[in-house]
C-alpha cells in the first residue's frame, strides 16, 4: 500500500510532467510553472510570513494510515522546501525535495492556499496524478511552527504532522 501525502502527490504530478508525459495524460496545472514567481511585494503581512516561515525549512514529521494501529503505526515524513511563493490569487509554488521509497525529486509544485484566520490551509481535491491510481485529497494548515493534517488516496488515508524546521542561522549574518 503507497502512502503519498500532499507535497509526495504533487511531486510526483510535476515530476512526471517534467520528464516527458504526453499532454493528454498530465494534468493542467493552475499556473505556468515556467513563469517567475511574485517576489512578495504584493503580498499581506500574513502571506509574507507564511513565505518566510517556509522557505528554506524542512517538515519533519509523522503520518498514520487509518485502520493501522499499534507499534510501528506512526510512520516518518520530510519534506524540505527551498522556497514558497505566490503565483495566482490562492495558488503558492513550493519548491521542495520530497523523498520516500525509491523517489527522491525536488520539484515545483503548485498548492491551493487558503486562509482561516491566521492559519495557512493548503488544499488539494480529488487530483488524479498519471500513474499512481486512485484521486489525491489533502488539507494540511500550517501554523507557527508546525503542520497538522489530512490525507486521502482513493480508499487509504491518514493523518499528518509535525514540526516545521528553519536552518539555525550563523551569528555573523
Known amino acids: 500500500m503507497r502512502h503519498v501525502t500532499l507535497l509526495t502527490a504533487l511531486t510526483v504530478l510535476l515530476s512526471l510532467a517534467s520528464h516527458g508525459v504526453a499532454a493528454q495524460d498530465a494534468p493542467k496545472l493552475p499556473f505556468d510553472p515556467s ?3 511574485a517576489d512578495g ?17 524542512t517538515l519533519v514529521g509523522s503520518f498514520t494510515i487509518n485502520g493501522k494501529e499499534g507499534p510501528g503505526a506512526l510512520r516518518k515524513e520530510r519534506y524540505t522546501i527551498s522556497q514558497v511563493s505566490k ?8 519548491d521542495a525535495r520530497v523523498q520516500y ?9 503548485p498548492l491551493y492556499v487558503k486562509w482561516a484566520g491566521d492559519t495557512a490551509v493548503i488544499q488539494l481535491t480529488n487530483m488524479k496524478i498519471p500513474g499512481l491510481g486512485e484521486a489525491f485529497t489533502a488539507r494540511v494548515l500550517i501554523y507557527r511552527d508546525e503542520y497538522a493534517g489530512t490525507w486521502a488516496h482513493g480508499r487509504v488515508g491518514g493523518q499528518m504532522f509535525g514540526k516545521i524546521e528553519r536552518p539555525k542561522r550563523d551569528s555573523t549574518e
Do not use: C, H, I, Y
Open 35 to 37: 513563469k517567475k514567481a
Open 87 to 94: 503565483v495566482a490569487n490562492d495558488v503558492w509554488r513550493f
Open 101 to 109: 521509497g525509491k523517489v527522491d525529486v525536488t520539484v515545483p509544485m
Open 41 to 57: 511585494t504584493d503580498l499581506n503581512k500574513l502571506e509574507r510570513e507564511f513565505q518566510a516561515a517556509l522557505s528554506g525549512s
